[in-house]
């Protein structure tokens, strides 16, 4: 039997291979850049998966590789761009998986954010463009109803990317402006602001009810912008708050039509309570995963493919051993350029925690944008006792590394960013 997976998060592909050969399936990875796995197929049998390249983004091509699998057991889909195209497949191959006007909810942030306001599970409404009538309509409607300061972003963004704080009536003006030249994957809307630290829960969630894996730490860059750069797991709460949490989060994800898999869902914890950021409908991606696999002692992609296989999680109900605390930094570099190498790696042997790099970009790749997730070249990640020594150790680890580039060769510049990523 063979387990499809169309495209899958950078990190993990390993862990997924040795999950489906503990439930007897053979992986098939549907992919348009096997390159784009070099890190995990290096360090695999050249046959433990069966790598199949395709125009991913071609739906059609995509449904024929999976038509020609003769056992064909289930359809993986775990990227945010390729979510959806996933979720038409799987209902189109009468596979095991959610209802896809679920993930397509999940998908739209305003969406989310109505819905969570109608289920009293937030404070306030989004503000839609989509549903006004101008640039000039939309900042009317965020200045009366949002009030300031506000989030303005993208409907469907991803890694951070189009969102802006928005603090003044400048600020707006400016925002909407940048927003106008930018692609957007949705639609341009706003929210509060929610002040506080932000986290993101693992959950895993079957035949409606939600398991708390554990809460990841999301530390970011300081106000305007957003970039991730620290997250460790699992953030030490009382067990009072940890069981307050969960049963939050399963009201969250029962209100949007939640049913089964995992979600990576991020929540600023205000002095009001928690508040829903957005709910992503897949596993966490960087090193959120494998850090999860280390900490709690299993692999837990395994419940990845028993949802894939419609099958109620070993996970949902196991008691964890457990292991060490983890930490990772996102590596950036000062400049943006063209992306050289890594200084300092020799010294890593040498620090605690047993810090690694786990290098997303290749050498000579472009680094063009340093406000969001798309300017890291690699991650360096960490080990403690607890998840507060494992950052430790990660910042320190990070902290003896530079990420190197230099100029573009055309002598072009980075694109310039108005206030956000």
């Known amino acids: 039997m063979t387990v499809v997976c169309l495209e899958s998060l950078t990190f993990g592909l390993g862990h997924l291979v040795r999950a489906a050969d503990s439930l007897g399936e053979r992986l098939r990875l549907l992919t348009g850049d096997p390159a784009y796995y070099t890190y995990e197929l290096e360090r695999l049998p050249a046959d433990a998966l069966d790598v199949v390249e395709v125009d991913t983004f071609d739906t059609e091509q995509v449904a024929e590789q999976i038509g020609a699998v003769r056992e064909l057991s289930g359809l993986i889909s775990s990227t945010d761009t390729w979510m959806l195209v996933g979720a038409e497949l799987t209902a189109r191959f009468g596979l095991p998986g959610l209802d ?50 506000a989030i303005v972003k993208d409907t469907a963004g991803t890694g951070s990317q189009n969102v802006w704080l928005v603090r003044d009536g400048d600020e707006l003006t400016d925002v909407l402006r940048t927003a106008a030249g930018r692609t957007l994957k949705g639609r341009l809307f706003a929210e509060p602001y929610f002040p506080g630290p932000v986290y993101s829960a693992e959950t895993l969630t079957w035949a409606g009810r939600t398991r708390l894996l554990g809460v990841s730490s999301r530390l970011m860059s300081r106000e305007p912008r957003f970039r991730e750069e620290i997250t460790a797991f699992p953030v030490a709460f009382p067990k009072e708050r940890h069981q307050h949490l969960e049963r939050w989060l399963d009201s969250v994800l029962t209100a949007v039509g939640y049913t089964d898999r995992f979600a990576h869902v991020e929540f ?17 991606g960087a090193l959120v995963a494998e850090g999860m696999c280390r900490s709690l002692g299993v692999n837990v992609y395994e419940a990845m493919l028993e949802c894939a296989l419609g099958r109620r999680p070993a996970l949902m109900d196991a008691e964890l051993p457990g292991g060490p605390g983890v930490a990772f930094v996102l590596g950036y570099p000062d400049r943006p350029g063209v992306f050289t190498g890594v200084s300092g790696l020799d010294r890593l042997a040498d620090l605690p925690g047993s810090p690694a790099w786990y290098p997303v970009k290749s ?42 580039t ?16």
């Open 100 to 149: 896809p006007a679920v993930l397509r909810l999940s998908r739209d942030k305003a969406a989310v954010r109505d819905r969570l306001y109608g289920a009293g599970l937030t404070r306030a409404r989004a503000v839609d463009s989509g549903a006004l009538g101008g640039t000039a309509a939309f900042a009317e409607t965020v200045l009366k109803e949002t009030g300031l300061p």
């Open 268 to 284: 600023a914890l205000t002095g009001a309570g928690p508040e829903v950021v957005e709910i992503n409908p897949r596993i966490g």
């Open 363 to 404: 050498v000579g790749a472009p680094v063009e944008h340093l406000d969001d997730s798309r300017g890291y070249a690699g991650i360096v990640y960490a080990e403690g006792a607890t998840a507060e020594l494992a950052t430790h150790h990660a910042v320190t680890a990070a902290n003896t590394l530079r990420v190197l």
């Open 406 to 421: 230099e100029p573009f060769p055309d002598g072009r510049t980075a694109p310039t960013a108005a206030t956000g990523g």
